[in-house]
Nanobody, 114 residues
Framework: QVQLVESGGGLVQPGGSLRLSCVAS????????MGWYRQPPGKQREMVAG?????GTNYADSVKGRFTISRDKNMLYLQMNTMKPEDTAVYYC??????????WGQGTQVTVST
C-alpha cells in the first residue's frame, strides 16, 4: 500500500505561480512512476504530468512549457507557472507500482482567478 497526501493548492491570479507537493508513505519502494492529474469542474480527470523512477517525464500539451514535475525521494512536486483560468481544478497525486496498482491522494483545490 502507498499513501499519498497533497498540499500547496490555493487561489492564484492569472499569470501567477504555485507549487504543489505530494508526500508518499508506505511501500514507496514499490513505486514505478508518479504523476499529477487534475479534474476541472464538470469535467473528467485528466493527466497533467508524469515522472518515472528513472526520471523520464511527460506532460499534457496544455501545460508544456509552463509546468514542471519533479521528484525527490518520497516527495513529488508540480511547479506551475504562467497559470491560466483553465488550470482551475482539483489536483491529484498518483502513484503506480511495479505490479500496476494505482494509488491516489485526496486532492488539492487550485483556483486561478482575479
Amino acid at each position: 500500500q502507498v499513501q499519498l497526501v497533497e498540499s500547496g493548492g490555493g487561489l492564484v491570479q492569472p499569470g501567477g505561480s504555485l507549487r504543489l507537493s505530494c508526500v508518499a508513505s508506505g511501500n514507496i519502494f514499490s513505486i514505478a512512476s508518479m504523476g499529477w492529474y487534475r479534474q476541472p469542474p464538470g469535467k473528467q480527470r485528466e493527466m497533467v504530468a508524469g515522472i518515472t523512477i528513472s526520471g523520464g517525464t511527460n506532460y499534457a500539451d496544455s501545460v508544456k512549457g509552463r509546468f514542471t514535475i519533479s521528484r525527490d525521494k518520497n516527495m513529488l512536486y508540480l511547479q506551475m507557472n504562467t497559470m491560466k483560468p483553465e488550470d482551475t481544478a482539483v489536483y491529484y497525486c498518483n502513484a503506480v507500482t511495479r505490479t500496476y496498482s494505482y494509488f491516489w491522494g485526496q486532492g488539492t483545490q487550485v483556483t486561478v482567478s482575479t
